[in-house]
C-alpha cells in the first residue's frame, strides 16, 4: 500500500501482499561496504564504517527486522548491535515499520525529515496491520546535511513528492579499490493521488527528480538503487554478481541521468492527466 508495483512484462503482476509473503532472499554485499538486506518487496541497506553501521529503512514490522534484516546482517558479518544511525527514508511503515526492534537490541539514533516525523505524528497517509507503530520523534534531518560516522559520510538529499518530506541519499560505495558514487532513491511511487494537495506533491516530485538529474551529473553517480526491489532489481543483480564480469549494480552516469528522466517524465504524463 505505501507502494504501488510495477507490472513486469510478461509476468503475473505481483501485489505488495504477495510479494511480502514470498521467502526472502538471501542478504547480499554489492560492495565492500554496503550490504542489501530485504525481500522481494522492501529492502534494507547498511553501509558499514569506521565506528559502526548505518542502517537505511527497518522493513515492515519487528519479525522481518529480526529474522530478515538482524539475521542477514549476521549472515553477512555485521553485528546489528552496532547501528548506530538509523536513517528513514519516508513514513511509510514498510520502512519505519522494523525501528522499534533496533532501539530495544541496539542503541541507534533515528533520523528522517522534519515533515516526515510530522506526518507520523499527526495523522499517517497509509497504514497496514502488519506494519509496525511510528518511532518516536527523534532526529530530524534537512536537505544538504551531511550525516558523518566515522570515515563515512552521507549526504541528505531533500526530495518530496512520494511523501511531502522524502529523503533520498548521496554516499560512497567501494570495490576493488575504486569508489562508486551513490545515491540511493527514497521514495518512487505516486501513490498520492487522493490527497488534495496531490499537484503540488507531484510538482515536488517533477523538481525533486529534475535537482537529482543535475546532481547525479555533477557528482558522476554511477550506482542508482531504491528501496524497493521492484525499482532497482537489486535481487536479481545481487544474484548475477557472481557470474557477471562487471558488478550489474555500476550502471554508470548516464544511465542514472536516465533513470531520473523516466522518472520526471512520468511525472509529466501523470500532471497532464491530472490537470487536463
Ligand atoms: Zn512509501
Redesign the pocket.
Known amino acids: 500500500m ?2 504501488v508495483a510495477a507490472p513486469t512484462p510478461g509476468a503475473p503482476q505481483l501485489s505488495p501482499d504477495d510479494l511480502m509473503r514470498l521467502p526472502a532472499p538471501p542478504p547480499g554485499q554489492p560492495f565492500d561496504n554496503l550490504s542489501f538486506i530485504g525481500s522481494k518487496w522492501v529492502s534494507a541497506w547498511a553501509i558499514r564504517t569506521s565506528e559502526g553501521i548505518i542502517l537505511i529503512d527497518t522493513m515492515d514490522n519487528d519479525n522481518e527486522a529480526e529474522h530478515i534484516v538482524a539475521a542477514g546482517m549476521r549472515k553477512l558479518g555485521l553485528d546489528p548491535a552496532d547501528i548506530k544511525i538509523i536513517l528513514v527514508t ?1 513514513g ?1 511503515g ?2 519505519y515499520g522494523g525501528v522499534g526492534f533496533f532501539k530495544r537490541i541496539a542503541s541507534p539514533k533515528v533520523l528522517m525529515s522534519d515533515a516526515d516525523w510530522t506526518m507520523m505524528e499527526t495523522k499517517l497517509e497509509f497504514d497496514r496491520p502488519d506494519w509496525g507503530r511510528p518511532p518516536r520523534r527523534e532526529i530530524s534531518v534537512t536537505d544538504g546535511q551531511q550525516i558523518t560516522l566515522g570515515d563515512t559520510t552521507v549526504d541528505v538529499l531533500l526530495t518530496p513528492g ?2 511531502k518530506g522524502t529523503i533520498s541519499l548521496l554516499f560512497t560505495v567501494r570495490q576493488n579499490g575504486q569508489d562508486h558514487r551513490t545515491m540511493l532513491w527514497g ?1 518512487t ?1 505516486f ?1 498520492f493521488g487522493q490527497q488534495p494537495d496531490r499537484i503540488q506533491r507531484l510538482q515536488a516530485y517533477l523538481d525533486s527528480t529534475s535537482r537529482a538529474q543535475d546532481i547525479a551529473r555533477q557528482q558522476q553517480v554511477d550506482v542508482f538503487i531504491s528501496n524497493h526491489n521492484v525499482f532497482d532489481e537489486a535481487v536479481q543483480k545481487l544474484e548475477k554478481m557472481s557470474s557477471a564480469a562487471r558488478n550489474p549494480f555500476v550502471i554508470g552516469t548516464e544511465a542514472t541521468v536516465r533513470a531520473l528522466t523516466v522518472m520526471n517524465e512520468c511525472a509529466q504524463a501523470t500532471m497532464a492527466a491530472w490537470t487536463s
Request: hydrophobic share 10%; proline share 0%.
Open positions: 505505501g507502494e519516508h511509510h514498510d520502512h512520494h511523501t521514495g511511487a501513490n
